[in-house]
């Protein structure tokens, strides 16, 4: 029977063994993407629990031979499918330490160095965003979990406006909160308003056109035509397919005349703030009652994380607080941070944040975002100057959203064929990136957040893409 209490092992030995492979891992970095094997390398684990343990090395060694085969090479600096950042080396570090000390991150009395750092750590964001000093804030899982914190605030403030407190009461017999946005609101912001009762339908998108821009004569009339009552207004800053922003500081200005909570999904576009080459396009976002972005993406520490930030703490605390004569109360100074987001039980995030954080300062994300920003001005002008592909969208910030073209193709024609060349590059192994659909049209939507993506891997996204396109549709000879 291996018992973890006298097995026996050699614990060093054992992190040793996942040490070495990781410096290993980390150097190649730049190796295939997804192995053609990784499907048939996942489904061969399996089977009935044992009965007797194999012991501490056995399954370790499985997971760094068959487990490795089957897994993606999404913290490397060709994978561009999703808005997936690396991880720095002191977030590493960090990260491998907050598993070995295991904190619980609820609060101070069962770690002190968590809890600490978490208070620090968003000071420091806030310094980085350019967020006013005072405001409150709580590290989550990630943007999905931002925006329930967020939008949790906002419905506890739209429940006072009511007179009612939606913690105990809930919604029943008040009437349906308005929500309004833009086409460019994010699925995550929607999640989080169905688990919070108020439900997608909710939702009020004021659309301009077919990519989703907002309108915002529509929306002022929205807001007037309630006469007063108070309603939750969601701008996006940075949209996942072009990279694009609501103009938040015209939002900012409607909802403020209206009385309306503005709350800002900034999920990797808060990062705009970090250049002066970028920082406009978020502007008014200070304005905002709450504001939220990822860890996991432009801060590049692990999955996961991510941050809300709130105006007025105690719309937070409003809706998360919770009671019971074994938990501490929560003081200024020290905050019980599981009274202020959805997890009691939570990791200790902080770690990771605090260490890259302190360890690069605010010119190392500046030279990180600003290298995001060169290596997409870099696809687009290699896709603008080609005759094979064609360019969808402006490139505000960090993302190109592109297509493989054949000018004899219909625009059917061409749909397919870009999703077979986003299918192949899955499986191609040079990088990593499926499709998505910008005004009607399928395309690609390469997202540059990671800090070791270099020019030379963006040159190889317009090879790969052209060379894939050519292979599917071989190009026709001329009559």
Request: glycine share 10%; net charge negative.
């Amino acid at each position: 029977m291996a018992d973890p209490l006298t097995d026996g092992a050699d614990v060093s030995a054992l992190l040793r063994l996942v040490a070495d492979a990781a410096a290993e891992y980390l150097s190649e970095l730049d190796g295939p993407l997804r192995l053609e094997s990784s499907d048939e390398a996942a489904e061969s684990f399996g089977g009935p629990l044992p009965e007797d343990g194999d012991g501490p090395f056995e399954p370790i060694r499985e997971l760094l031979d068959r487990g490795l085969d089957a897994h993606v090479r999404s913290s490397g600096p060709r994978f561009f499918h999703w808005v997936i950042g690396g991880v720095t080396p002191a977030a590493l570090a960090a990260d491998w330490l907050t598993s070995t000390i295991d904190q619980n991150a609820g609060g101070w009395d069962a770690t002190p160095i968590g809890a600490r750092l978490e208070t620090v750590s968003l000071g420091w964001l806030r310094e980085l965003f350019g967020l006013p000093a005072e405001w409150g804030g709580v590290l989550t899982t990630g943007a999905t979990m931002a925006n329930f914190a967020g939008l949790a605030a906002a419905r506890q403030w739209w429940g006072e406006q009511h007179g009612a407190d939606v913690r105990n009461t809930g919604l029943a017999g008040l009437p349906a909160v308005p929500v309004f946005t833009s086409g460019w609101v994010h699925v995550t912001a929607l999640k989080a308003l169905s688990m919070l009762g108020i439900g997608r339908h909710a939702v009020t998108n004021c659309v301009a056109d077919e990519t989703g821009r907002l309108d915002l004569d529509q929306l002022d009339r929205r807001l007037r035509e309630l006469g007063g009552a108070p309603a939750i207004v969601i701008g996006n800053a940075g949209e996942v397919n072009a990279g694009h922003f609501d103009p938040i500081d015209q939002i900012a200005d409607l909802t403020e005349r209206h009385g309306a909570w503005l709350h800002v999904d900034g999920a990797f576009g808060l990062f705009a703030r970090v250049s002066p080459r970028t920082a406009a396009l978020a502007d008014g976002v200070e304005r905002a009652q709450s504001v939220i972005s990822d860890g996991h993406k432009w801060l590049n520490v692990p999955y996961d994380c991510g941050f809300a930030f709130v105006r007025d703490t105690s719309h937070l605390a409003g809706a998360f607080v919770a009671g019971a004569d074994y938990l501490p109360e929560s003081e200024d100074e020290r905050p019980v941070y599981g009274f202020l987001g959805p997890e009691l039980s939570r990791r200790a995030r902080s770690l990771a944040v605090w260490a890259t954080l302190k360890a690069y300062g605010r010119s190392g994300y500046r030279a990180v975002v600003e290298r995001c920003l060169d290596n997409a001005a870099h696809l687009r002008d290699i896709v603008e100057q080609s005759d094979e592909l064609e360019l969808l969208a402006a490139v505000p910030l960090n993302i190109v959203c592109f297509r493989y073209r054949r000018d004899e193709l219909s625009e059917e024609e061409l749909d397919e064929l870009n999703l077979a060349i986003g299918e192949r590059s899955l499986k191609d192994g040079r990088v990593y990136m499926g499709t998505t659909r910008w005004a009607g049209k399928v395309a690609f939507r390469p997202a540059f957040v990671n800090f070791r993506t270099t020019r030379a891997d963006t040159e190889l996204i317009a090879e790969t893409v052209c060379d894939l396109g050519r292979q599917i549709a071989p190009v026709r000879a001329s009559a």
